[in-house]
């Protein structure tokens, strides 16, 4: 058996609107100068507070990014609701995960920096099922690149690091993986550069949401 773990924005879904715009309303609000697209989707994949951190240009999440993360969290169901802030598949996603979904060699999961609300609502809007055998979010572990959520999800499913893949868009996620011993499988749809995720450790990289099937084998 071999272990699938999937990040869930800009690898599954396109969130980065929805994110971009709720994180252009939070600093706002603070009364700081919004963000760019470019600067939102550099910290797509860490946990939030962090994310809010970094964007202020603080190494640490201090209380009033704590602060603007509860602002964050409390105007963003509102956010996703509106016409046009939606979080879709990728195209051919789908059709990627109900064929791996069907193997008997395989399980798959997540590896998040959404919280767990955030990651139940993507399973239920696109009718995951049970797709996720295992699952890790912002709310379970320490924030990427720390190694947490992928060994918590070999440790349970009792399918260790040398036989497991996480596939991921960001820098992150490939740091996170090396650091648990696992493989780590960049994908060229997501929001960083293909050129950064070989640099931080990416064993491959998939072009195109076939491109997974080939390389997961």
């Not at 919004?34 to 964007?55: H, N």
């Not at 789908?94 to 069907?102: I, K, Q, S, Y």
Request: charged share 25%.
């Amino acid at each position: 058996m071999r272990l699938v773990l999937f990040d869930c924005d800009g690898t599954l879904v396109d969130s980065a609107k929805l994110i971009h715009e709720v994180m252009v309303r939070t600093f706002t609000h603070f009364q700081y100068a919004a963000p760019t697209l470019e600067q939102t989707k550099s910290i797509i994949g860490l946990t939030l507070d962090i994310a809010i951190a970094r964007l202020q240009g603080k190494v640490h999440a201090d209380e009033e990014a704590v602060t603007m993360m509860a602002y964050y969290k409390s105007i963003f169901l509102q956010t996703r609701s509106e016409l046009g802030f939606e979080e879709p598949l990728f195209d051919g996603i789908r059709e990627v995960l109900t064929l791996l979904e069907a193997r008997d060699d395989l399980l798959v999961g997540a590896v998040t920096g959404k919280s767990r609300r955030g990651l139940n609502m993507i399973v239920e809007t696109h009718q995951f099922g049970k797709l996720f055998t295992v699952s890790r979010t912002a709310d379970d572990c320490p924030s990427k690149p720390h190694p947490a959520m992928v060994t918590e999800c070999c440790d349970e499913s009792g399918i260790p690091p040398s036989r497991t893949l996480v596939i991921g868009d960001a820098i992150y996620d490939m740091q996170m993986a090396k650091a648990a011993g696992a493989t780590a499988i960049g994908v060229a749809w997501g929001y960083a550069p293909v050129a950064d995720l070989l640099s931080a450790g990416a064993d491959a990289i998939a072009r195109t949401p076939d491109d997974l099937l080939r390389l997961i084998g």
